[in-house]
């Protein structure tokens, strides 16, 4: 075996490589930034950024080249994503009304989680984390809500992939907080983002594992509908509520008649 692919699609991954390099970039990148991240010549790279500009994957402006929402809306597309949202989408808005705070829902992407859905609060006031954030599993509330549902397998499986991406873990101090959270049925942490904000998370759990996180970054204030207690509590009420409408109903065996 050499280890070479069996087929060969340069110009694929000429493509996938710029994605690819895009998505890691934390600001727009210019033509020779690209050309030169990947070894690729300016004109084969001219080249595809234009295809893949014209099919709407990636955006140009002054600054640079940047990623558009399309791979993540082809993502959101997929059956078991699409389902997820529409069931969370009303139990959410009805959350954010009744606690008078944003909140969103969060899935495991490989080594990190992606927010697929934010409802922003209903007031003149509160902060909201937008649809596509990413962030290390490890290193958000709603990660490590993620990582703590799993079983024993998969979480041992999703932490490889966190080590694979390069994050230096502290396995006893995380697994200390992901049993905790299993232990408390969700987690309060303080935001990783801003001061003054708590993420208050619950799993959404489908078949005893998580397959989302749902998480309110609870502002306090004095126009504040419900206490961070009460909100904990709706946060709880409402991941439940989407895991009973995504779990799988079981029929009710047949009663013996006498």
Do not use: W
């Not at 340069?10 to 020779?32: C, N, V």
């Not at 959410?92 to 969060?106: F, P």
């Amino acid at each position: 075996m050499t280890g070479k692919p069996r087929y060969q699609a340069p110009a694929l991954t000429k493509g996938l490589e710029i994605l690819e390099l895009l998505a890691s970039a934390s600001d727009p990148l210019i033509m020779s930034d690209i050309s030169t991240a990947l070894g690729r010549s300016v004109s084969e790279i001219f080249r595809m950024l234009q295809v893949l500009e014209e099919h709407g994957y990636i955006a140009r402006a002054d600054e640079g080249y940047r990623l558009t929402n399309r791979l993540f809306t082809l993502g959101m597309s997929q059956p078991p994503i699409r389902d997820l949202a529409s069931t969370a989408l009303p139990v959410m808005q009805d959350l954010a009304r009744k606690a008078g705070q944003s909140c969103h829902l969060a899935v495991a992407s490989g080594a990190e989680m992606v927010v697929i859905i934010a409802i922003e609060a209903p007031g003149l006031s509160g902060f909201a984390v937008r649809v596509g954030y990413r962030r290390p599993l490890h290193r958000s509330n709603s990660g490590r809500i993620l990582l703590a549902f799993q079983s024993p397998e998969a979480r041992a499986a999703m932490l490889e992939d966190i080590r694979a991406a390069g994050e230096t873990l502290d396995i006893g101090e995380l697994t200390g907080r992901l049993d905790a959270a299993v232990a408390a049925g969700g987690a309060i942490a303080p935001s990783p983002m801003l001061t003054g904000i708590t993420d208050l998370s619950a799993p959404v759990l489908v078949g005893g594992v998580a397959r989302a996180a749902l998480t309110m970054p609870f502002v306090d204030g004095a126009a504040n509908r419900a206490s961070m207690e009460a909100c904990g509590l709706l946060v709880r009420d409402a991941a439940a509520a989407i895991g009973d409408a995504m779990s799988p109903i079981r029929p009710v065996p047949p009663q013996d008649l006498d």
